[in-house]
């Protein structure tokens, strides 16, 4: 049986931020494993490569949206073109990943992992024992449980496919689906629908932001079938039928389940480690440690966490490594995360929605407004895009914001810097901004 300090297992982002941190202590013996190519979700089988899909659907929704305006003739996806430069990016990132922890004296592992003691893994035959266990396992797409289930494609399917069917159904309201379905429908599907099972999709976003998301989707082609959920699936000569709890049926050629995630803990199948968890992932307490395993840290989307979003994954595991190297003392902040959705346009947000504001009794005012008549807009013909700022009417801070519109991804980190140091509204508008951006549309909205 070998011996480790540390063992890591899975090697996504967070798992990055705790080797790496670790690592800083030269006498500590680290092993990291993983039972898929090294290298995490984000950046081999979603953030990074989904970014190189959203972002050839933005060029072509920009033509698009100036044709008649200065733009003649209209832009169009090459797929195989496509699929090709998001490869290359992808193209030997595992093997130097692996090789790099190799360099750095980190002893690396490849197979499936499962803890068979409070510190002891199996992993390809072999035992290894930890004094420190952090788990990074992440987390695995939601199944369809319905006859003809296994016609069902998931978003990693989507982002290697060669070739882009005519006819796609989305399934579930969430991020993947509509940023996949603008994808789709620039890229040159000529049907793109997604179908989720209550009246509001997107259920995280503030709903007048969400609304506004709509009418762009639907303005671009997408239908979005709310208060629907597939039944059955159907494999016929030309594609799908998908038959709707409504009685519709749909004729496709690929269904994309994206109803979701839930934590990979295949690693403590059996639970043979003493560590305690939940469908929500593994109970932890402040320090990202077990709380019924003392030898166990978890960080990530396994963990039963409020966020599964990679910038919280990679400070929770800068956290855990902290508190391994000097004792428990560092805990992660989820006081102010910024998220947004890669559609066309972008749904940004940060902070309190309007209706969580009014549950917990806060008095504050609302700025709130249409964008599109603004230069910023106007410009690249932008037909919808709007925001909502919430402000405390005592402090002058941003208690949250919401946006749809260009460019939104990255202007809600700004509301979220000016949330967590304290920056007041009235230091936003006064501020002298790089103009025209974006960014120095924050004066408008915080006025």
Known sequence: MENFDVIVVGSGTSAYYVVSGVIKDKALRVAIIDERPYGGTCALRGCQPKKYLVSNAEVVASVSHLL???????????????????NAFLEGRSEADQ???EKSGVTTFNGKARMIADDQIEVGGQTI???KIVLATGALPNALSIEGAEHVRDSEYFLDMQSLP????FVGGGFISFEFAHVAIRAGASKVQIMHRSAQPLKAFDSDMVDTLLKASTA?????LLGESPERIVHTETGYEVYSSTGAVYEVD????????????SVLDGDLGNVEHSRKGIVVNEYMQSVSNPQVYAVGDCVDTPYMLAPVADKEGQVAASNILHGNSSVVDYGVIPSAVFSIPALA???????AARKEGRD???NNGDTTGWPSSKRIGEEFGTYKVLIDNESDLILGAHIVRHNAAEVINVFGLAMKFNIRASDLADFLWAYPTYTSDLKYMVK
Do not use: C, M, Y
């Open 364 to 366: 504050f005012r609302v």
């Open 129 to 131: 024992k930890g004094r």
């Open 99 to 101: 090789a790099h922890w």
């Open 254 to 265: 690929l269904v994309i389940e994206a109803t979701g995630r839930h934590p990979n803990l």
């Open 68 to 86: 008649g305006r200065g733009i003649e003739g209209q832009a169009k996806t090459d797929w195989a073109a496509l699929q090709e430069l998001k």
């Open 349 to 355: 947000s940060v902070g309190l929605t309007e209706t």
């Open 220 to 224: 671009a082609g997408i239908d979005v």
């Open 166 to 169: 005519e006819r796609v159904l």
